[in-house]
């Protein structure tokens, strides 16, 4: 059955409450079960991406990392790769490659971002903050 989007709003709101209470296994387990629905894909891709990016570049890592880090994580991956595969935006090259780092798949995560960044700068993008954020994770990796 296929995830609406205001399904997939209140599970968000569910995910950020939460987290707010240092519920990290539960977060990354909702996480998980939200990226790993069928109906997921299904959604817009603005909508995948704010959920996407909600996970993703989390300022706020836990640490130690539950199990379901990991899992929620390579959930991620499916939808991410669709995204990137089907729009080719740099953006979502970041998310794609930050989710790889995240999983200890650093060459993956290089060529990724290396990808996006030739796209931002065949764009003429080349002084945009998305530029300057590839180019700092190319070079940390």
């Not at 790769?81 to 995560?109: F, I, K, Q, Y």
């Amino acid at each position: 059955m296929p995830v609406t989007r205001d399904e997939m709003i209140a599970t968000v709101k569910k995910i950020v409450g939460l987290g707010k209470e240092q519920r990290h296994e539960e977060v990354f387990a909702a996480y998980h079960q939200l990226f790993a629905d069928p109906g997921f894909p299904e959604l817009a891709a603005s909508d995948q991406r704010k959920a996407l990016e909600l996970m993703v570049l989390s300022k706020n890592q836990p640490s130690p990392k539950p199990p379901s880090y990991l899992e929620a994580h390579r959930a991620a991956l499916g939808p991410l790769t669709e995204l990137v595969s089907r729009d080719g935006e740099p953006s979502d090259h970041e998310l794609l490659g930050v989710c790889h780092l995240r999983l200890g798949n650093e060459m993956a995560a290089s060529n990724i971002f290396k990808a996006g960044l030739k796209i931002e700068r065949e764009r003429g993008n080349s002084a945009t903050d998305l530029c300057g954020r590839l180019m700092n994770r190319v070079s940390a990796i």
